[in-house]
Structures are given as structure tokens and as C-alpha cells.
């Protein structure tokens, strides 16, 4: 079946401007998840969805970010007045809590450039 | 969680198999082994987990000790295209925050034509 999809796969901004980063999960998963990778770096977890639970937003670094989930499926990470250090890979996964594990599927990533 | 340990990098030819390793023995009775992997500039993808016994899937093999203090990750028949990093995570089953992933420096595996 599909898998977890992002777009854009590039995004190339210039400091100062806002981004929009969309995550469409994988269907009838119902948590879903924000991380950034940074170059060389690991899996630095940003946010998480659960259902109509309050999200845990105890990642994201800065006011600047945020992010929402409408419906339970689509997910949209804003970056507010972008920095250069926001230069990363930002990594959506999502995953089916149905089961005692809940395994995570990850997108395939956006690679945001901040010039 | 538990911490992992994982050789730096690893060489295999291709079609030969490919066996990776990992020291987990701080794990703990609930929690689980999984392995991603990330090719070069794509997202990590989902191998394989384990709780005690071994596992197969139609990507690869976990192989589990009896003691749970380490494991093996087994590629078959490796291809060229099984070149990436290989993490291997030790993780709570759903509840509370383990949620939260995070990878170690992981094993960079060369498939060598």
C-alpha cells in the first residue's frame, strides 16, 4: 500500500520567510510524528499526534515552529521566519497504535535550505 | 530505553550475506529490538523488530540471544542497494513516551560489487 508521503521534497527559502512542510500519513494510521535530521546528525523528535489527544510539542525548539493535524490524517509543520540553523531534513512518520507495538513508517523527507 | 552499541561500518560482498551486530545489555523485559535503515538522502525505513524470538520477514532475519543482551540483523543476500546505515534500537512497546526515537551513529554497511 502507500506509504507516508511529504512534500515538497526541497524546499529552498530565504531567511526571514515562512515555510509550510505537508505530511500525508499512511492511511488509518492514527499517531503521527515530526523529526529533524541535520546533516550528519540523528533523529531530533519535534512532535507528536495521537488521535484527538493533545499533541506533545515538547520538541519543537522555538515559538517559531509549529504544526497542526487536521482531520486526524494531513499534517502541516509551519517554520516561521526561518533561520539557517532550520536548515535540516524534516522527517514525517506515522504509525497504527492498534497493536503493542507501533511501529514507525517513515516519508521520505523535505529537505529544507534556509539561505 | 536501553543504549546500543554497533561497529562504525561493515563491508560485504554482494550476494553474500550480510550479518550486523548489536550490544544491547542494558535491555530491559518489555522492551523491544528494532532495526531501520537509511540510504544515502532518504528516510529511515523499517526492517524488522523482535521481542525474544528470532524473527524473518521478506527484508531480513533477527536473530536474538537467549540472555536478549544482543543481536544479530541478517541480510541474505545482499545487493548493492542494501548499502546504507543500518540502526539498531531498543525501544518500550506503545505507551508512555517511547514514542520518541532516536538513533545512535549505526552501522554504515558497504556492498561491495
Same mark, same amino acid.
Given at each position: 500500500?502507500?506509504?507516508?508521503? $511529504?512534500?515538497?521534497?526541497?524546499?529552498? @527559502?530565504?531567511?526571514?520567510?515562512?515555510?509550510? !512542510?505537508?505530511?500525508?500519513?499512511?492511511?488509518?494510521? @492514527?499517531?503521527?510524528?515530526?523529526? *529533524?535530521?541535520? !546533516?550528519?546528525?540523528?533523529?531530533?523528535?519535534?512532535?507528536?499526534?495521537?488521535?484527538?489527544?493533545?499533541?506533545?510539542?515538547?520538541?519543537?525548539?522555538?515559538? *517559531?515552529?509549529?504544526?497542526? *493535524?487536521?482531520?486526524?490524517?494531513?499534517?502541516?509543520?509551519?517554520? $516561521? *521566519?526561518?533561520?539557517?540553523?532550520?536548515?535540516?531534513?524534516?522527517?514525517?512518520?506515522?504509525?497504527?497504535?492498534?497493536?503493542?507495538?507501533?511501529?514507525?513508517?517513515?516519508?521520505?523527507?523535505?529537505?529544507?535550505?534556509?539561505? | 530505553?536501553?543504549?546500543? /552499541?554497533?561497529? =562504525?561500518?561493515?563491508?560485504?560482498?554482494?550476494?553474500?550475506?550480510?550479518?550486523?551486530?548489536?550490544?544491547?545489555? /542494558?535491555?530491559?523485559?518489555?522492551?523491544?529490538?528494532?532495526?531501520?535503515?537509511?540510504?544515502?538522502?532518504?528516510?529511515?525505513?523499517?526492517i524488522i523488530h523482535g521481542l525474544k524470538n528470532n524473527e524473518t520477514n521478506e527484508m531480513a532475519s533477527l536473530i536474538i540471544t537467549e540472555d536478549r543482551k544482543s543481536s544479530t540483523l541478517i541480510l541474505p543476500h545482499a545487493t548493492l542497494r542494501d548499502t546504507a546505515v543500518y540502526y539498531c534500537i531498543v525501544r518500550g512497546n506503545s505507551?508512555?513516551?517511547?514514542?520518541?526515537? =532516536?538513533?545512535?551513529?549505526?552501522?554504515?554497511? =558497504?556492498?561491495?560489487?
Open positions: 500500500g502507500a506509504g507516508v508521503s $511529504q512534500s515538497p521534497s526541497n524546499k529552498v @527559502t530565504e531567511k526571514g520567510k515562512d515555510v509550510e !512542510l505537508r505530511c500525508d500519513p499512511i492511511s488509518g494510521h @492514527t499517531a503521527l510524528y515530526w523529526y *529533524r535530521q541535520s !546533516l550528519g546528525q540523528g533523529l531530533e523528535f519535534l512532535i507528536y499526534f495521537q488521535g484527538n489527544s493533545a499533541p506533545d510539542k515538547s520538541g519543537l525548539p522555538s515559538d *517559531r515552529f509549529s504544526a497542526e *493535524r487536521t482531520g486526524g490524517s494531513v499534517s502541516t509543520l509551519t517554520i $516561521q *521566519r526561518t533561520q539557517q540553523e532550520d536548515s535540516a531534513v524534516y522527517l514525517c512518520a506515522s504509525s497504527s497504535t492498534s497493536g503493542r507495538t507501533d511501529t514507525q513508517y517513515f516519508g521520505p523527507g523535505t529537505r529544507l535550505t534556509v539561505l | 530505553d536501553a543504549k546500543t /552499541t554497533q561497529p =562504525t561500518s561493515m563491508d560485504c560482498a554482494e550476494g553474500r550475506a550480510a550479518n550486523l551486530p548489536c550490544n544491547h545489555s /542494558t535491555i530491559s523485559g518489555n522492551e523491544y529490538v528494532y532495526w531501520y535503515r537509511q540510504i544515502h538522502s532518504q528516510g529511515p525505513q523499517y505507551g508512555g513516551s517511547n514514542y520518541k526515537l =532516536t538513533f545512535g551513529k549505526g552501522t554504515l554497511l =558497504t556492498v561491495n560489487p
